[in-house]
Structures are given as C-alpha cells and as structure tokens.
C-alpha cells in the first residue's frame, strides 16, 4: 500500500512533433502529438483539446479555433500554450502512476539551447508540478536510449530525426565531443510531398495527407519503389475535390534534397570529429533514432552514401524519452549525465 504513495519520477521529452512521458519504474504511458487546439476568448486562449485530439483537428477547424504547435524546430516558441500541454500530460502521467507526491521531472532538450530558454523550460515544467527539474541534452538521451556505451572512452554516434530537426552527435565519456544541429525533420519531408502534388499532380493536399503518404509509402532507397496509394484532395485549377494516385518512387525523389542536407550534416560532423575517435565510428558505426528514422530504407540508404554500418534504435520514437528514463533508475547516469 505504501508503494502506491510513493512519488515515481518523470521523463519528458516535448519534440516539435511529439510529446513522450516515461513514468519511473513503469516506462512509457504517454505519447501525443505536441499540439493544443485552442478558442479565442476575449483575447485569452482556452484550450479545448490536447494531443491526438487536437491533431484530429488540424487543417478542419471551425471558426473560432486554432489549432497550436508550441515547439518549433525542436525549442519551445511558445511558453503559455507549451506550459499547458505540459501541465495536461504531468497531470495525466501523475493520475495514471498513482502519486501523491510532487514528481522530479527528467525533460530533454537541444543542446544549442540559450540559458535564458533553459531557464524558461524549468519554470514550465515546475508550475506544472514537478517538484524539481534537471535537464538531459537530447542527444545523449538518444544514445542512451540507443544503448550507446556512452560513459567509455570509445566514441558513438547518434542521428536523431524528429519533427523539426535533426541532431547529429559524436558522444564519449558522458559528454559531446561535436554536434551539428540541422532544421530538418519529419515536417520538411511532408511539406516536400506537398510541394510535389502541387507542381506534378496539380492537387492541393494538407499537413496530415502528406504526412500518411510518407509513413504508407515513402521510402529513402528504391528497394521499395513498386508501391503506390491513391491521395485526396483539392484540384490547383479546378478548386474541386479530386484524386490522383502517386507512386513510391516519385515521392523518394521528391524527398531527397531533405535526406541529402542529413547525408552532408553528418559528414560535417564526421569531418570535424577527433581522427582518433573516427576510428571508433568506423567500427560502431551510426545509430539512428527519432521518429524520422522510421522513414523506410533510411538505414540502407545513410549506409551506402556514407559507407559506414547504420543500426535502427528499437524503439526510435523513444529513444530520448527512454534515456532520459534511465537516468531516474540509474543512479550513476543520473549524476554523470544531468545539468
Ligand atoms: N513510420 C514513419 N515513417 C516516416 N516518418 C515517420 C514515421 N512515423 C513517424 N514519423 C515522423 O517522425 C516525426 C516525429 O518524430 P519525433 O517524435 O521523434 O519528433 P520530435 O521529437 O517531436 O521532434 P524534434 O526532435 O525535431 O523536436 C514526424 O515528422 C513524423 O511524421
Ligand atoms: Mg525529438
């Protein structure tokens, strides 16, 4: 009975696209789109839904409505609606483990991030009840939550792609030796599949039709080209309903300026790495994590442009999230890798 008043700790990770809640001694229990649909009320935004619900939303609002994304290439832009979002999920996250007691919350983010915005993501997540805060670098999260032996003297390297952004890392004895952050993500692909159905099929599609076109049949490696699906949506000249169906292949070269600019920031970062360390990333290799690393034949595709062994995370969506769990379990990662 005792253990049911006993406060479990959080981990949060709050992405451009996603926000993940890890509960100590539980794991995962939440994850939801980082969005909030909000009204206008004399000037005050009120938030009538959060996460999946909100997304459901997206491109369909009735009047009045908006549906907000808080965190923009991967900081938070907007610290009032953010707050909410985060004060919704701690809250949840604190029903559903059964604690009483103030929780301390584990968050991860960008290591290019101002003192100022630290600062201002502490004060979130403490007026939404956490009782103390420590910050995790997204990065190392990532290869912890890859299993990277990162506390060795021996170098891992980590590409995280996420909604907004791609962090790319070089990690040994618990810290950065190099980093290049890129703004490309998820959204910049989604947005590519839009700009191709306009200019090729002539039809104007939303945010979350081109998202499904590339989780259904997007691919980074022409192994998969033979697929195809049918897309809805609005005749450029006609302004009527309309369909067309589009093929695998297309949609790969659509995408590909994206998967380039993430080829060349990691070989930027594979250029300004120690040589001695280089050696030890010809042998491990590169881990991928982020939601973006689901992208089909990214693995593949990363390998033969780079030449080096690239391993999908288990869980990718999870990875940072889940390294920042592990610190709450772990006492000696808690000390070595938090601020
Ligand atoms: N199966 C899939 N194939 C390709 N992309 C996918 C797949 N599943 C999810 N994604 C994409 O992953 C992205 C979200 O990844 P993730 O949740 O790691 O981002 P985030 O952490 O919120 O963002 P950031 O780290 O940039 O702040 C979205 O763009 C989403 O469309
Ligand atoms: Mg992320």
Redesign the pocket.
């Known amino acids: 009975m005792i253990g049911k008043f006993v406060s479990r700790d959080l981990a949060v ?1 709050i ?4 926000t993940i809640v890890y509960v100590q001694g539980k794991g995962v229990i939440l994850s939801e789109p ?1 969005m909030v649909a909000v009204k206008d009320r004399g000037g005050k935004k009120i938030p009538v839904a959060f996460g999946r619900e909100a997304k459901s939303m997206l491109g369909r609002t009735p009047e009045g409505v908006e549906v907000i994304q808080p ?1 923009r ?2 900081v938070i832009a907007d610290f009032d609606i953010a707050g909410l979002l985060l004060n919704h999920v701690i809250c949840k996250a604190r029903k559903e483990s059964g604690s009483l007691f103030r929780p301390r919350v584990v968050v991860g983010v960008p290591s290019g991030i101002t003192e100022v915005e630290r600062r201002a993501v502490e004060e979130s997540i403490v007026t939404s009840g956490a009782r103390d805060v420590r910050l995790i670098e ?1 990065t190392i999260a990532s290869a912890i939550g890859c299993n990277l032996p990162i506390s060795e003297a021996s170098a891992s390297m980590v590409v ?1 792609i ?4 791609t ?1 790319i890392a070089v990690i040994s004895l618990n810290d950065i030796v190099c980093s290049v952050s890129l703004r490309q ?3 910049n ?2 947005r590519a599949i839009i700009n191709h159905l306009r200019r090729a099929h002539k039809l104007f599609i939303g945010e979350r039709t081109a ?1 499904l076109i ?2 259904t049949i ?1 691919s980074a490696h022409p192994s998969f080209d033979d697929q195809r699906m049918e897309v809805q949506g609005r005749g450029l000249s006609t302004g009527l309903p309309s369909g067309v169906v589009v093929n695998a292949r297309e949609i790969r070269e659509a995408i590909d300026e994206v998967l380039m600019s993430i080829v060349y920031g990691i070989k930027q970062t594979l250029e300004s790495t120690p040589p001695e360390l280089s050696g030890d990333i010809i042998s491990s290799g590169i881990s991928l994590a ?3 690393a ?3 034949g990214l693995d593949k595709y990363l390998a033969e442009k780079l030449g080096l062994k690239v391993t999908l995370a288990a869980d990718p ?1 999870n990875a ?1 999230v889940h390294g920042a769990g592990l610190c709450l379990e772990n006492r000696e990662l808690f000390a070595s890798v938090l601020k």
């Open positions: 990770d992405g451009t696209a996603t980082t965190v290439t991967g997204e995280d996420g909604g907004g952004t962090d993500g998820g959204t692909i989604d998202e590339k989780i997007g982020g939601g973006g689901m992208l089909k969506q940072v």
